[in-house]
């Protein structure tokens, strides 16, 4: 991923019969590295199931120390665990809000269910 291409370009004559001349020389900026911090952030105050969060986190400061060194390399093996890291908490995360909702819901109704059969027995019906 390049941040932006340099071009230079050497014109020829302007108003002879020469013919115009052009050279294009790309050269690569420096390659962005994200560290995933923020996210990892998010994770660790709001995913953080089995820890999964703030060693993402630790994996995201990592990376972003060695991003600071010039070692590109490792910043994108850091970067590329604590990207996985916080997918999985997501995913954890998310399925344990979802379980949570459903026996929520479920117990809430079950609870009802025995309160109106409470009634209906002291009522005699």
């Known amino acids: 991923m390049h941040k932006e291409d340099h071009n230079v370009a050497v014109l020829g004559g302007a ?4 013919p ?21 952030l998010f994770s660790v105050i ?17 990376s972003r120390d ?9 910043a994108q093996a850091h970067a590329s665990t604590a990207k996985c890291l916080n997918i999985c908490a997501l ?10 909702i459903i026996v929520f819901i479920t117990s809430s109704q079950a609870l009802s269910h025995s309160l109106q059969q409470q009634i209906k027995d002291s009522r005699g019906y």
Not at 20 to 28: A, E, F, H, K, S
Not at 66 to 74: A, C, E, L, S
Not at 91 to 100: A, R
């Open 15 to 18: 108003h002879g019969s020469a």
């Open 20 to 40: 115009v001349t052009t050279t294009v020389i790309n050269m690569p900026g420096e390659t962005a590295v994200p560290d995933h911090v923020v996210w990892s």
């Open 91 to 100: 995913v954890f995360g998310g399925l344990t809000t979802i379980i949570c």
């Open 66 to 74: 060695r991003k600071m060194v010039g070692d590109m390399t490792g």
């Open 46 to 62: 709001f995913f953080n199931a089995c820890c999964l969060g703030f060693i993402a986190f630790a994996y995201s400061v990592k």
